[in-house]
């Protein structure tokens, strides 16, 4: 799983919204997948939309396929259009 978020990595920091890397973020905090510290970094440390985004997906591939499999199911409950651009398919074990 974390080598289909390094597949799709460019697109997704095209096409994200700071809106939705909020959520996301809030989302994978719940699952404990992120920590405050973690978040608020992501959050804070980066003024872009495009930075925040790499820093997201970079962190959360970095913890391995089961974090990455939760970031995909997030995405694609919040955002089924972009889950769908980006090529991830919905045959994948999420």
Do not use: W
């Not at 697109?11 to 699952?31: G, H, M, P, W």
């Not at 997030?74 to 991830?88: F, I, P, V």
Request: proline share 1%; hydrophobic share 35%; net charge negative.
């Amino acid at each position: 799983m974390a080598d289909e978020l390094a597949r799709v990595r460019r697109k997704f920091v095209d096409k994200v919204s700071r809106a939705l890397i909020k959520q996301l973020l809030d989302d994978l905090l719940d699952d404990g997948i992120l920590n405050d510290g973690e978040k608020d970094a992501i959050d804070e440390e980066n003024s872009a939309t495009a930075d925040k985004a790499r820093c997201l997906i970079d962190t959360v591939k970095k913890k391995g396929d089961e974090a990455s499999r939760k970031l995909m199911a997030h995405l694609k409950s919040r955002d089924a259009t972009l889950y769908s651009e980006l090529g991830l398919s919905s045959d994948q074990p999420v």
